[in-house]
């Protein structure tokens, strides 16, 4: 660069100081600086854009989030699973610091750059199985999901998607209407994309059903209420996410998978929340040696720059006509350098071993806590995507208003949970991987508190 750097425009950034890595409470929460900030964001911003949490955010990194009036809590939710390396972390500052003082765009379908490409080649390489593969960038899920249905079209010459129970893919129309949930996804946003049907999910603590005979359920729903003959694609999270974290019976996916491909329908994983190293493996589909056809990415891919991704067979990727698919910002630079050095991250600092052992830590407290108390219905997930399923006592009747009042007293404790599920009755565990172990051991104390304090 030729221009001297002046203070408005000041040389490549050093990453900030890693906030101090401890649980910290100087006010109430939300503290006095964050209503203030709350009452402006009430006259400013529509209110169908709700808040879990009202503190508002000054940094964050490691396992903490600090906000403006200096509170530091800690971060169970990784922003939805999409600062899976650490909030700020050095390198993807770096990286995305360096792209973006040469150039921040110049749209890859005008003048391409060798970032995007890069990353298709990394997708390619990361994905399940070793066929050839090509990759398009989008810029979140929910138009990647898309995306992968137009392919699937293309592909087939079909018409017909299947999504199962307690799905979630997004909230654009096509995938609104592949979500399951109604409220707050669907309500009054009608009508919907057409072609679209739900089968039954595989939900082991709820169905008790093993995997193959979860499989021939579902199939049997599509074969009789869709046809295979119609079906382009069978979209499916390897584990729910928004849904309530469910794993499916051992099995379950490989049947699916292999019933798609005896009749030319595209099995399409849907790993936006589940990929790159968050539940213990690469991607959530390895756990079962499942090979999909079309994988989707997105949430964990690029530190929180907004990226995702298509990554699928090269003669299925290949059939929509040249110029069908693209986007303005898709695969733009900046989020691309952030991506490569998000990948590079996962590889040095081995994080898919560090998944694997926050996920036993996890496991293994909530399991003790839930042997001791009948309200917790079921710890499940890999890796370090790890919930509890709230119940009434020894039964599978949903207790939300518990779970709520969990969530809540965790977030007046200094610990940032998130909550999901159809019935809203479970609570999900989704930290960074740069979480300290002192941080989830206090964090774990914390809980077992609240759910003693709640009894
Ligand atoms: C979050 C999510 C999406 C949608 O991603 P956006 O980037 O919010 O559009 C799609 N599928 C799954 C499984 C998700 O968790």
Redesign the pocket.
Known sequence: MNTPSTAAHPPVVEAGPRPTQERRLVTAIPGPRSQELQRRKERAVSRSVGTVLPVYVEAAGGGVVVDVDGNSLIDLGSG?AVTTVGNAHPRVVQALAAQAAAFTHTCFMVTPYDGYVEVAEALNRLTPGAHEKRSVLFN????A?ENAVKIARAHTGRQAVVTFDHA????TNLTMAMTAKNMPYKHGFGPFAAEVYRAPMSYPFRDGLPGPEAARRALDVIDKQVGAENLAAMVI?PIQ??GGFIVPASGFLAALAQWCRQHGVVFVA?E??TGFARTGAMFACDHEDVVPDLVVT??GIAGGMPL?AVTGRAEIMDAPHVGGLGGTYGGNPVACAAALAVLATIEEEQLVERARRIGASLTERLTALQAADPRLGEVRGRGAMIALEVVEPGTLEPDADLTRRVAAAAHAAGLIVLTCGTWGNVLRFLPPLAMPDHLLVEALDVLEAIFEETR
Do not use: F, P, W
């Open positions: 939805i979140s899920g929910a138009e999901v979630y893919h997004g909230r999270e996410g928004e849907d936006v929340q997105a949430k995702a």
